[in-house]
């Protein structure tokens, strides 16, 4: 209540960035397909993305599934909404 006006978009981010796994190890699933954030077409969109139903890693034993049940929208690396990314992220920061 009283909030004044924004144009930027606000929310909270949680990371998670597991030791000891590969960066291109991360999927997440668009569509129905469990994509890599690192395959997405030149100009696309690489900050931002809408999921299915969550991200996942699997690297060796290493299996980590993050199911979102409320918020769709990721950002592989580093939390960042705006600007948007013309190179590919670093998923060392999960």
Not at 9 to 27: K, T
Not at 48 to 72: F, M, N, P, W, Y
Request: charged fraction near 20%.
């Amino acid at each position: 209540f009283d909030k004044p006006a924004c144009r930027l978009p606000e929310g909270s981010w949680l990371s998670f960035a597991p030791r000891g796994v590969a960066p291109a190890s991360w999927r997440m699933e668009k569509l129905g397909c469990w994509i890599s954030p690192l395959d997405v077409v030149e100009n696309g969109n690489r900050s931002l993305h809408a999921i299915q139903s969550g991200v996942r890693v699997d690297h060796g034993k290493t299996r980590l599934c993050i199911e979102s049940l409320d918020a769709h929208l990721v950002s592989p690396g580093k939390p960042q909404a705006l600007p948007l990314r013309k190179t590919q992220p670093d998923l060392s920061g999960g």
